[in-house]
Nanobody, 114 residues
Framework: QVQLVESGGGLVQPGGSLRLSCAAS????????MGWYRQAPGKPRDFVAQ???????NYADSVKGRFTISRDYAKSTVYLQMSSLKPEDTAVYYC????????WGQGTQVTVSS
């Protein structure tokens, strides 16, 4: 059973930073490619970043140079460090684990506003 629990969202001013965490059950990080997606109101869920089991990392163009995905096997946690946040980064952020099947966390709200 794959369980993903996000945390770390909140309200931040433009230009600020936040770090999101995704705690995964068992050995999920070693078996599944882990990613972050986001969904703004009235918009589809969009890809943000992914780290594969062999360490390859990809980012959406809109977050390159501002966001960093990482993982900690000991804590079974994937992180998304977000810097230089913009109002357009406001969304619910979802953790994703994918191999053959796709699993999602419940999401965490990030609001960038002054």
């Amino acid at each position: 059973q794959v369980q993903l629990v996000e945390s770390g969202g909140g309200l931040v001013q433009p230009g600020g930073s936040l770090r999101l965490s995704c705690a995964a059950s068992g050995s999920v990080l070693r078996v599944y490619h882990m990613g972050w997606y986001r969904q703004a109101p009235g918009k589809p869920r969009d890809f943000v970043a992914q780290i594969t089991t062999d360490g390859n990392i990809n980012y959406a163009d809109s977050v390159k140079g501002r966001f960093t995905i990482s993982r900690d096997y000991a804590k079974s946690t994937v992180y998304l460090q977000m810097s230089s946040l913009k109002p357009e980064d406001t969304a619910v952020y979802y953790c994703n684990a994918v191999r053959v099947n796709n699993f999602w966390g419940q999401g965490t709200q990030v609001t960038v506003s002054s």
